[in-house]
């Protein structure tokens, strides 16, 4: 099985301010047919459902703001909040789909300094 | 709109069985596998099994293979998860998630999740 790991597992950031939250996966992966890394990123607020906001690792889902950025490549994996807004305090998820069992990170809690 | 409405939870004893629907509306719901996914109170996400668009294909946790099923009927726009054998750590809110591309295009991300039905497993 491909393991996530996240870094931190929270942190606390001033309205404004960019917040960074890293995805380590236990082996490198590759969609061999697209050439694009298989890595979501998720946010779930508090009693709703995780959103999908980036897939491929860097595509954001529509709808999804700017400020959100997905990057990263073979075993590390970055989301970026580029300015945190307050809705954006929730606990973000990366994914893997490369292959069963699909796994998730342990989350990261993000909060307002 | 797509919409994905989990139902069937409750409360269970060790053992016992519990049937999860998940009914789909506003996409071709023939064109997409559908997947479920728990997350026990207060814990991180973990994929429990996923059915193709055609169910020609079923894939399992190995934390679930053999106690649960997974199926679909397409003239219901329903996708089922069938629970035996219960046990206390499979307490959990099961959502349902629309699997991201049709058809065999790749892409097993989560595009749309339900609202989650929570199964609790004790005596």
């Known amino acids: 099985d491909i393991v996530m790991t996240q870094s931190p597992d929270s942190l606390a950031v001033s309205l404004g301010e960019r917040a960074t939250i890293n995805c380590k996966s236990s082996q490198s992966f590759l969609h061999s047919s697209n050439n694009k890394n298989p890595l979501a990123w998720y946010q779930q607020k508090p009693g709703q459902p995780p959103k999908l906001l980036i897939y491929w690792a860097s595509t954001r889902e529509s709808g999804v703001p700017d400020r959100f950025i997905g990057s990263g490549s073979g075993t590390d994996f970055t989301l970026t909040i580029s300015s945190l807004q307050a809705e954006d305090v929730a606990v973000y998820f990366c994914q893997q789909y490369y292959s069963t069992p699909f796994t998730f990170g342990p989350g990261t809690k993000v909060d307002i300094e | 709109q797509v919409q994905l409405v989990e139902s069937g939870g409750g409360v269970v004893q060790p053992g016992g069985s519990l049937r999860l629907s998940c009914a789909a509306s506003g996409f071709t719901f023939s064109n997409y596998g559908i997947h479920w996914v728990r997350q026990a109170p207060g814990k991180g996400l973990e994929w429990v099994a996923f059915?193709?668009?055609?169910?020609?294909?079923?894939y399992y946790a190995d934390s679930v293979k053999g106690r649960f099923t997974i199926s679909r009927d397409t003239s219901e726009n329903t996708v089922y998860l069938q629970m035996t054998s219960l046990r206390p750590e499979d307490t959990a809110v099961y959502y349902c998630?629309?699997?991201?591309?049709?058809?065999?295009?790749?892409?097993?991300?989560?595009?749309?999740w339900g609202r989650g039905s929570l199964v609790t497993v004790s005596s």
């Open positions: 998630a629309k699997k991201g591309t049709p058809r065999y295009d790749e892409g097993d991300y989560f595009d749309y």
């Open positions: 059915i193709r668009y055609d169910a020609g294909n079923k």
